[in-house]
């Protein structure tokens, strides 16, 4: 199909890099384990921001959460990136 756009992938590297403080890929790896006990490898959030690959739902859901962000902005639902509670400490 062409016009299509990688929206996920896009504001994943968007809401990494306005992260206070920014999160490298393998950062939100780390948070996302943290958070959810879920597995996404640093090199596998590379490839769905490069749009190498697009994102299953249990990833949109599990970055959503470890970020503090609405997956709704994730899937461009929502026009307006807030973060929703305090960073998510990385150990």
Not at 20 to 25: A, H, S
Not at 44 to 62: C, H, L, N, Q
């Amino acid at each position: 199909m062409t016009g299509q756009r990688n929206i996920v992938g896009e504001r994943l590297k968007l809401a990494r890099h306005r992260h206070d403080p920014p999160w490298t890929m393998q950062d939100l790896s780390q948070a996302i384990e943290n958070v959810t006990q879920l597995e996404i490898s640093g090199s596998t959030i590379g490839k769905i921001e490069a749009g190498i690959r697009s994102a299953y739902d249990w990833e949109v859901a599990a970055c959503a959460k470890a970020l503090g962000i609405s997956a709704d902005w994730l899937l461009g639902l929502a026009s307006r990136l807030r973060f929703n509670k305090a960073p998510v400490g990385i150990q």
